[in-house]
């Protein structure tokens, strides 16, 4: 069942993926007053698919000027890595628990930063090598907020298991009395991802392509995949951390969706941010945001204490 279920767990993930990029264009399409993909089958539903097909099957290039062991098998990693954020998904049975389950989501969320760092060195080339300067600085930065976050929710809950987080959300969600720390989550979210506006390792009106520049064909498929599969993950992480983590329910999964259309949504109506401005608003205005209440929700945790001893 183990095995059943990693298998099945995969597929819908990848179908998922191929048809969030059909969501994103046709958003895109209507947001930018233009159609978007409606040609292949039925209201464009088999563009993923031709999209696949047409990146799979064209010429692979084999770069002589860089380590081409490592410039093969880093987009692999980089898939692999997206996809074992899954295992955090909180099936009732026939599955991993994880008690530990966000210590194993820092790790990998840690570990995704050298995949772009490593895959922008080993092309040796100037663009590439930028990207991925500029994605280590801005992944350090937020993810210094990212986990501050998610340590102010595990003051309260107590508890590193997800399904903790549900049980303790049943009441009242942690969207309501920690509104702000919600959208500063978001902005890290779309910094951690390297999503508009925040898309500066990709930056293709100054570095053509950023760190992917060398990639293509199957290569470039996997890095595709696996920033996608990142950002439905996040959008489902977001909300069990802040919607209740219900996962039977079918708010849940719609909560899931209107996050998905909030990453498109920004990416259609903002420009790309200015990247000095991106540093400040990360270590001037975020992280004294989130540093105060760590210190509010320590001060409740030890005053709820303090009245249930005495």
């Not at 081409?68 to 099936?91: A, D, E, K, M, T």
């Not at 930065?141 to 399904?163: A, D, G, M, Q, R």
């Not at 951390?241 to 329910?249: E, I, Q, R, Y």
Request: with cysteine; proline share 3%; glycine share 6%.
């Amino acid at each position: 069942m183990f095995f059943l279920s990693t298998f099945f767990l995969v597929l819908f993930i990848l179908l998922s993926v191929a048809f969030f990029t059909l969501f994103e264009r046709s958003i895109l399409g209507y947001i930018q007053f233009r159609s978007g993909p409606n040609s292949v089958g039925f209201l464009g539903l088999f563009q993923p698919f031709s999209d696949a097909l047409s990146l799979f099957s064209s010429e692979f290039y084999f770069i002589s000027f860089g380590n081409y062991l490592i410039y093969f098998f880093v987009p692999i990693l980089g898939l692999v890595i997206s996809l074992l954020f899954w295992l955090l998904f909180p099936f009732s049975f026939n599955y991993v628990g994880f008690i530990y389950g966000l210590f194993f989501f820092l790790c990998c969320s840690g570990v995704g930063v050298y995949v772009i760092m490593v895959a922008g060195w080993c092309s040796n080339s100037m663009y590439s090598l930028l990207g991925c300067m500029r994605s280590i600085s801005q992944s350090i930065s937020y993810e210094v907020v990212f986990f501050l976050i998610i340590f102010c929710l595990i003051i309260h809950c107590e508890s590193f298991n997800l399904i903790d987080f549900y049980y303790f959300q049943s009441d009242v969600w942690f969207f309501f009395f920690s509104f702000p720390l919600f959208f500063i989550f978001l902005s890290c979210v779309l910094a951690e991802t390297n999503r508009s506006p925040f898309d500066f390792s990709e930056g293709e009106s100054e570095l053509v392509s950023g760190f992917n520049v060398e990639y293509s064909s199957f290569s470039f498929s996997l890095f595709f995949l696996s920033e996608y599969s990142n950002m439905l993950f996040m959008s489902f992480f977001s909300c069990l951390l802040f919607f209740g983590g219900d996962c039977m329910s079918f708010f849940f999964f719609f909560s899931v969706l209107f996050i998905i259309y909030f990453f498109v949504w920004v990416r259609g109506s903002f420009p790309r941010y200015r990247y000095d401005k991106l540093m400040y608003l990360c270590w001037k205005s975020y992280l004294p945001v989130v540093l105060n209440y760590i210190f509010v929700f320590i001060c409740l945790k030890g005053f709820l204490f303090f009245i249930i001893l005495s």
